[in-house]
């Protein structure tokens, strides 16, 4: 039986009121399996985002119902949760070390985790280069460094290789791929099609507002032209 440790059950997300309010977000309805990777796309502003805040308990929705491993989901559940949605949160004066040991402070975690988590991400050799000086793709995992402090279950990605050159985007889909391995569920928001090609179990579909699209990404499936057909249509399959 298929155990889904995300699922929402026509999830919605409305901004303002009356007849100027805005449906961002349409009946939403994902099914994150355990174990997996899962890219969620969509064109721009058609949700995507939102979607993920809402999960993150950045925005509350205005409708509809979030299940984490199978119960309601409720704000406790955000320390099984890791997320890097939009910048990571670094202080830019402080190493990478000291980055981590702030939030290890914050939730009572181990100390042991900063060099664990450091070396997940291949950051364990960064000395006492303060993260401003860092590059993209180091800022980068630095974030999803600090998403991984709390051993989560899940972890939530929204454009993780923006910005990125071609050696650090292979480098990122290497580690997001190496997450499933280690009991970590990953949901990943992109607009690189290529790479939720290379990296996605399932793929999701929004076009404004709605899933349109839900299903496994198969060996040889061509992504592109699956989009390009379900953003035209804006029905689900």
């Given at each position: 039986?298929?155990?889904?440790?995300?699922?929402?059950?026509?999830?919605?997300?409305?901004?303002?009121?009356?007849?100027?309010?805005?449906?961002?977000?349409?009946?939403?309805?994902?099914?994150?399996?355990?174990?997996?990777?899962?890219?969620?796309?969509?064109?721009?502003?058609?949700?995507?985002?939102?979607?993920?805040?809402?999960?993150?308990?950045?925005?509350?929705?205005?409708?509809?119902?979030?299940?984490?491993?199978?119960?309601?989901?409720?704000?406790?559940?955000?320390?099984?949760?890791?997320?890097?949605?939009?910048?990571?949160?670094?202080?830019?004066?402080?190493?990478?070390?000291?980055?981590?040991?702030?939030?290890?402070?914050?939730?009572?975690?181990?100390?042991?985790?900063?060099?664990?988590?450091?070396?997940?991400?291949?950051?364990?050799?960064?000395?006492?280069?303060?993260?401003?000086?860092?590059?993209?793709?180091?800022?980068?995992?630095?974030?999803?460094?600090?998403?991984?402090?709390?051993?989560?279950?899940?972890?939530?990605?929204?454009?993780?290789?923006?910005?990125?050159?071609?050696?650090?985007?292979?480098?990122?889909?290497?580690?997001?791929?190496?997450?499933?391995?280690?009991?970590?569920?990953?949901?990943?928001?992109?607009?690189?099609?290529?790479?939720?090609?290379?990296?996605?179990?399932?793929?999701?579909?929004?076009?404004?507002?709605?899933?349109?699209?839900?299903?496994?990404?198969?060996?040889?499936?061509?992504?592109?032209?699956?989009?390009?057909d379900v953003c035209r249509k804006g029905a689900t399959r």
């Amino acid at each position: 039986m298929t155990r889904y440790v995300l699922e929402t059950r026509e999830l919605s997300k409305r901004f303002g009121r009356g007849g100027g309010a805005q449906t961002a977000v349409d009946h939403v309805s994902l099914h994150v399996d355990e174990g997996k990777v899962y890219g969620l796309l969509g064109p721009n502003g058609a949700g995507k985002s939102t979607t993920l805040k809402m999960i993150t308990g950045m925005l509350r929705p205005t409708g509809g119902q979030m299940l984490f491993e199978g119960h309601p989901w409720e704000r406790d559940d955000l320390y099984r949760i890791g997320s890097l949605v939009e910048q990571a949160p670094l202080y830019p004066n402080l190493t990478a070390k000291e980055n981590l040991r702030v939030r290890t402070t914050l939730l009572g975690l181990p100390e042991e985790r900063v060099g664990e988590v450091l070396q997940t991400v291949g950051l364990a050799d960064t000395g006492g280069k303060r993260a401003g000086r860092f590059s993209t793709g180091m800022k980068q995992r630095l974030g999803i460094a600090l998403a991984l402090l709390a051993s989560p279950r899940l972890l939530i990605l929204d454009e993780p290789t923006n910005g990125l050159d071609p050696i650090g985007i292979e480098e990122l889909r290497g580690l997001i791929r190496s997450f499933p391995e280690h009991g970590i569920t990953v949901l990943l928001s992109s607009h690189i099609l290529g790479e939720v090609q290379h990296t996605a179990d399932t793929v999701g579909i929004i076009v404004g507002g709605r899933l349109a699209y839900e299903d496994a990404l198969n060996e040889g499936e061509d992504l592109e032209a699956l989009f390009m057909d379900v953003c035209r249509k804006g029905a689900t399959r």
